[in-house]
């Protein structure tokens, strides 16, 4: 059940694709009250109570004790302290022995959870806005809260199959020789991969729509050429266009009025990488439409994919914001400089970037009225997002593409993944990953994944290797890293074989996986989940925060942590381990329901099934494009004959039924005597 309530006139969002009436009678759950514009929702927490979602956010997978904000933000070095990340997901569950809803703020503003912060036994939920739908949603369990949330805000962005492969990226591939170089030491090395990202470096002073012809000369025959070698390329697109004259997107935005403007109706410009920009108004259809239509070029060249940056949007500086700074070392110059105003000056520099007052000066037009931007934030990203993923289906209505954003909001799930932002080579940035994937699940982005071997810092090799064997797992599995880091392509490492053969997994298992996949995204349900939704009444479950669900039967349980050769793993129920080397060499472990060490060399990395839930593995390959997705191994912990049903479709069905893809796999029972592990059925099966 869901109930709707709604405060003052909310502005469409596109987040929600049910159109409820709103109630009239008080909201469940909290108590309501207002603190000038603010809606702030209180409710009491009982000591079991735990919580679930708000999507990319820091700390844990119960979300419980801490305090966030939801304001999207381009934070590089974010820690466990940041309270905001690069998109805000604002649908959170209260789960305990008497507590199952959901509540879903519909408000592209600010919104604060001091979700026991303040008070441990309070949770505290603010709107600046105080405009907004407000989501009550009453299920019967935690998985049915997920799917009921997902039939309010739709279904799930579905990838092609290919971008599932193994992603190469590096901010600072400077030219076509140099990605074919990438490239062909993957191929050479028999390190798999489908795509190679494109970052800033491809454009022309970094502006968009634009390639460096000196460095990328021929962009089509590029592309045709690694395709054939079933590789695709995938460019970045920034959310900022130059402003300069001459610069044809420039020039057809400005004529056609497409920019943010100021109070005075004047275009907004900020710094970013290309230096003076002006901001697409993504709020605007026909915008929308104008930026949608500059990716036309590019897939006209063969492109199939994209990452969209920057579109918190990300501000490095305004005119005013530097002018002022420097108006405060004036006043400094002429007076006694304390520390307290050295301290203070640093703050002020610092303070340049996104600064909040430069999100209150441009405004946005909503059905003709102008609407400033900082009460409608959140939605920057995703608008840029939808802008982009209408272009693709002007382009070709008949195929899915690739694409990826930093910035989202609620609904951006229906028209593409994103990835987690700029992580650090740290141990705790694996783990957070870890953390943040069921919740992001829960708000409904399935399509997403890190930035394997962390983006910024230098990754060690072990670190890597552990960031891959997540990344098996991950539906958007790409190595990303910044410039002037350490190199970080897996052939640069003495251990590449065995990160090879950890990708090698990933193929091995593709087919697998995908389906996995496409059975949660075309169902409403869920890739990753917390332990919680499978074992509700199991409190070590519930409490569990480094194992997650995976599809159906699968639970994973990566090595977080430098230097161990192994972990302890909470099993709810009997469970196979299959502890992987490579899809050829692996331990088929059955194991009691309980607390086990595990042993992982580094090379090594675990997988549980559930009784009578088998695990496909084919036999691999260097691409999605030459897998062979009709001979399989199944695995499967059982005494009787099971059935699986396999989703396999054309890779790039844009509305695929699922009923109308599934094949029926029968696993027969494991021979008395026979299977080399009593009690699990291997098979060989060719469908
Ligand atoms: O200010 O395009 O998150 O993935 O490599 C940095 C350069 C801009 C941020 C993205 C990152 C990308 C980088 N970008």
Redesign the pocket.
Known sequence: MIRKYTFGTPLPTDAVVLSLPAETGPVPFFTLSRDGDRVVLTRPLQPEDCLFGLGESVRGINKRGFLYRSWNN?I?NHTESTDSL?SSHTFLIFFGPDTLFGVFLDDPGTVTWDLGYTRSDTAVITSENGQLDLYILEEDSLTELARSFRRLTGRSYLPPRWAFGYIQ???GYASEAEVRTVAAEHRKRGIPLDAVCL??DYMEDFKNFTWRKDAFPDLTRFSADMKQDHIRLVP?I?AGIKREKGYAPYDSGKAGGYFCKKEDGSDFSAA??PGDCCFPDFFREDARRWFGDLYQPLLASGVEGF?N??NEP?L?YTEDCVAAAFRRVEELRSGNVDYEAMWGLKDVFNGIANNPEDYRSFYHEVNGTPVRHDRVHNLYGAFMTRATADAFRRFDPDRRFLLFS?ASFIGAHRNGGI?Q??NFSWWSHLKMALQMLPNLNLCGFLYSGC?LGG?GCNVTEDLLARFLQLGVFTPLMRN?S??HTREQEIYRFSTWESMRDTLRVRYALLPFLYSEFMKAALSGGMYFRPLAFDYPSDPRAVRTEDQIMLGEGCMIAPVLEQNAVGRYVYLPEDMLMVRFRSPEDYDLVPLPKGDHRIDCSLREFPLFLKKGHPLLLCPGGESTETLDDHTFTALCLTDRAVTYDLYRDNGFDPDPVLAEHLTPVSVPAPAAGTSPVPGVAISALVL
């Open positions: 381009d590089f690069y990226s590096r901010w970052d800033i970045i920034d970013v990488w990452w940056d920057m990300s490095f930093r990835w932002g700029d930035d983006f990303h910044a410039l």
